[in-house]
C-alpha cells in the first residue's frame, strides 16, 4: 500500500520525492551506520518520506530526541499514523533550527536527509545547506544519500562541489546496489 502512496506521491511532485520507490532497508542501514548516531544525543530528519529511515534511527538511536520534517501532506499522515511517539513536523527543513528550538534543543548530532538534491535549484540548494551548518553541533554529521547516475547530472554535480564548499570533510560510502535505482551516502561534518 505505501509503494503505490509513494509512486503516486513521486508522480504528483518529482522534484520534491526525487523516486519512484520508497528506499531499501540495505541503504537506510548504511545511511545510518554512515550518520553515527548518538546513543543519546538529537537527530533531525528531513524528508522522512514513509519511515524506512525514520525505523533504523529509532532502533539504533531509541533514546535520542528525534524529530522528523517532512513537506509533502501525504507522508506527514503517513508518518504520524505509523509513528505516534516520533515528532512529525509538517514545514520545510530550511525552518530546523525553529523546529529545534520548539524541542528544547539548539543544535543537533546529527541530520539524516532523504531530500531529492539534485532535483533542487541553486538557491534551494544554498539555504538548506545553510541550514544544517546552522544547527550542526561541532563533530556532528549531515547525511544525505543520492542515487547512482545523480553525479554525472548538472544538479548532482553542483551539489556535490556544495558539499565540499560548506563543510570542512566529506566522504561517500559504497554503492548500494540493492535499492531502487542503486545509491550511495554522502556523509559531511562542519
Not at 52 to 73: D, G, H, N, Y
Not at 98 to 103: D, I
Not at 111 to 116: A, C, K, M, N
Not at 174 to 180: A, G
Request: aromatic share 10%; charged share 25%.
Amino acid at each position: 500500500m505505501h509503494a503505490i502512496k509513494f509512486f503516486k506521491e513521486f508522480l504528483a511532485a518529482p522534484v520534491n520525492v526525487g523516486a519512484m520507490a520508497a528506499s531499501s532497508t540495505g541503504l537506510a542501514e548504511m545511511v545510518t551506520d554512515a550518520a553515527n548516531l548518538p546513543e543519546d544525543g538529537v537527530i533531525v530528519e528531513w524528508g522522512p518520506g514513509t519511515g524506512v529511515m525514520t525505523r533504523k534511527v529509532l532502533e539504533k538511536a531509541p533514546k535520542s530526541t528525534f524529530i522528523t520534517i517532512e513537506i509533502q501532506e501525504d507522508f506527514v499522515k503517513i508518518m504520524r499514523e505509523h509513528f505516534p511517539d516520533v515528532a512529525v513536523i509538517d514545514g520545510s527543513a530550511e525552518d530546523t533550527a525553529r523546529y529545534l528550538q520548539e524541542a528544547g534543543a539548539e543544535k543537533c548530532d546529527a541530520i539524516v536527509s532523504g531530500l531529492p538534491w539534485a532535483g533542487f535549484p541553486e538557491d534551494l540548494q544554498d539555504r538548506l545547506l545553510a541550514a544544517a551548518m546552522d544547527v550542526l553541533k561541532p563533530g556532528g554529521r549531515f547525511v544525505t544519500y543520492t542515487y547512482l547516475l545523480s553525479p554525472y547530472l548538472p544538479g548532482g554535480r553542483r551539489f556535490r562541489a556544495k558539499l565540499n564548499k560548506t563543510f570542512s570533510k566529506v566522504g561517500t560510502t559504497p554503492m548500494v546496489w540493492k535499492n531502487l535505482p542503486p545509491a550511495f551516502v554522502y556523509w559531511a561534518e562542519p
